[in-house]
């Protein structure tokens, strides 16, 4: 175990950054710096972004910041997990250096930012259209991260998948030189994608929730016989549990993000989200329709 550094100013991480560059170059070696943000509330998924960083970095930088320009008005910005000793600990066992953790005054000195990151088309799908302006508040933070840390990579989770899609998209058109990592999702046993909003779920939430995996992975076996009938497999089982609202269910373009024709044969991928009582759950899957 590693003693971790947690930073909460641009400056303090500049500097220790700095110090880090300085070293390796005085003995003619390389720092590659790698990103994970979060949000904190560390579960094993994250740890598994962690680990692909250290995979590819001399220094890993983990950032913890519960991002207000990413939720909207009536979501659980005020109620999101803090849990900054468990996470440290959990970094720790990890071999972290360094974790970035500003306040919010820290991050947005006038309140929010006037410059904001606004997405594409497919920003406004999906989980952009059931939440109105949380990717451009996303991609705006991810945007200052990427300049506050200049890392070589940033690691994502799959879970995530729109999120992970739009960053690709946005470091692509910016000409941002950070290369975008993205590592699978991390499940229970019983399938469910390991999400901080779990912990918000009672048993009987938790049980229900399990159907969105089992309708995704009833689509991956649907998937030879067409669109049709793996949209028709996922939206049995899932419909089957009556605490699942779901909030949709689309075969999307693993390039574009777009839905596809019925007649699609091909990669593609299946995206899912709903509600379970007040938590709003998401996932998905890739598949091959035949
Ligand atoms: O996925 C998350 O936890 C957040 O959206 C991110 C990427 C850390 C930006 O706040």
Known sequence: MSTIE??????????????????????????????????????????????????????????????????????????????????LAALAAENVSFVFAPSAREMYPGGASDTRVTTGPVGSLYEGAARPGHFDGMLTVVAKLLNIVTPDAAVFGQKDGQQAFLVQRMVADLNVRTVIEVVETVREPSGLALSSRNRYL???????????????????????????????????????????????????????LLTVPGDYRGPARMLVAARVGATRLIDNVSLTLG
């Not at 303090?12 to 170059?25: I, P, S, T, V, Y």
């Not at 994250?46 to 890993?60: C, E, F, G, K, S």
């Not at 793996?230 to 269910?249: C, E, F, M, P, T």
């Open 202 to 256: 009672d048993d009987a939430g938790h049980t229900a929730a399990q159907a969105l995996f089992a309708g995704l992975s009833a689509a991956v076996e649907a998937a030879p016989a067409g669109p049709t009938a793996a949209l028709a497999a996922a939206n049995a089982r899932i419909g089957s549990q009556s605490l699942v609202k779901l909030d949709y269910l689309v075969i999307v373009h693993p390039l574009t």
């Open 6 to 87: 947690v930073l909460s100013t641009i400056a303090e991480l500049h500097d220790r950054l700095g110090q880090a560059r300085d070293r390796a170059a005085l003995t003619g070696g390389d720092t590659r710096i790698v990103l994970v943000p979060t949000m904190g509330a560390l579960h094993a998924g994250h740890l598994a972004l962690v680990r692909r960083a250290r995979a590819l970095a001399d220094i890993v930088v983990v950032s913890i910041f519960v991002n207000p320009l990413q939720f909207g008005a009536g979501e659980d910005l005020d109620s999101y997990p803090r849990t900054l000793d468990a996470d």
